[in-house]
């Protein structure tokens, strides 16, 4: 598969060739915990043991690999890198390239499973952080502790705020601070927008989300340009043992291929919800990438190829309003997660963004979070309007 074919032909074929054996058109699952040498040290095509690596894994973390960098898979300098949750990506990622003592820079505005892993694993462990608002290149490096900093960590769209930070902007800052920029690129998927060649150092994905996008697989991935830093991750992937298993790999390959078509009615079905809380009376603020008042929105228009299907908003009524509507709603289920085919809603206070209450990244009580699925539109439209009463 050449470097530049077209990102829906990548998604279907990039790492999927089909089986030499039988010609299957989609790669086995390969459901097996080790594999038959050809005497001692002697490995057939690399595979050893299904934690160090299997087939179906593979397929997987050289789809990922192109659809974040093209011409970096091709080259074979680019590596995608499958894990059992986006946090186990996190995890491994941050141990590999930290140590007691170093610090980063996080967002103001994040996921709360982030959150508490710097706040309550890593700074247990010596490693400090600093939050600061990503729309504000400045503010972001203030916040850096020249000598200290070995991570600029980004989320952009932000969650649950969708404010939406300059990537290229920020690698100058960190990589001036000879820190790593990593992008937690979750919400837009790689099909929206694709920080490597924005000069972002790694990628991270919670793969539960828009990438596997039928909420039936859970599994992240980490996706690095650097041929050396690659290599550590791996190792360390290896190491520490939280991969990817066959089916949920193969759960997630299959969700790939039908990534952009998905995302493409996210997109639309969210402008259509969009257009009417921003009208309605018991709406007080709308989050959204394609609104001009939105943080960053002019960032968005250059960097994104389209805005997203994540929406959230205020209530007027406070938190007992918002709760309300949550509880209200009949199309889109009340539950946490996103991504997936079908629309979701949620009170971030209450539930994905529980554990930053107190800190700096504490959500507003009346906010409501959307994810918008591909249902019929007028239905999505109308069941949020009769849940706003």
Known sequence: MTHDAGFETLAIHAGQEPDPTTGAVVPPIYQVSTYAQDGVGGLRNGYEYSRSGNPTRTALQECLAALEDPAGAAAGTTRGMAFASGLAAEDTLLRTVLEPGAHVVIPDDAYGGTFRLFAKVLERWGVEHTPARLTDVDAV????????????????????????????????????????????????????????????????????????????????????????????????????????????????????????????RHCANARAVVDVLRDHPKVVEVFYPGLEGNDGHHVAVKQMRDFGGMVSFRVAGGEPAALEVCNRTKVFTLGESLGGVESLIEHPGRMTHASVAGSPLEVPADLVRLSVGIETVEDLVADVVQALG
Do not use: C
């Open 141 to 264: 490096a203030a916040a850096v502790q020249p000598g200290r900093t070995r991570v600029v960590w980004v989320e952009t769209p932000t969650n649950p705020l969708l404010r939406v930070a300059d990537i290229a902007a920020l690698a100058d800052v960190a990589h001036a601070a000879g820190a790593l920029l990593v992008v937690d690129n979750t919400f837009a998927s790689p099909y929206l927008q694709q920080p490597l060649l924005l000069g972002a150092d790694v990628v991270v994905h919670s793969t539960t989300k828009y990438l596997g996008g039928h909420s039936d697989v859970v599994g992240g991935a980490l996706v690095a340009a650097d041929p050396e830093l690659a290599e550590r991750l791996a190792y360390h992937q290896n190491a520490m043992g939280a991969v990817a298993g066959p089916f949920d790999a193969w759960l997630t390959l299959r969700g790939v291929k039908t990534l952009a078509v998905r995302m493409d």
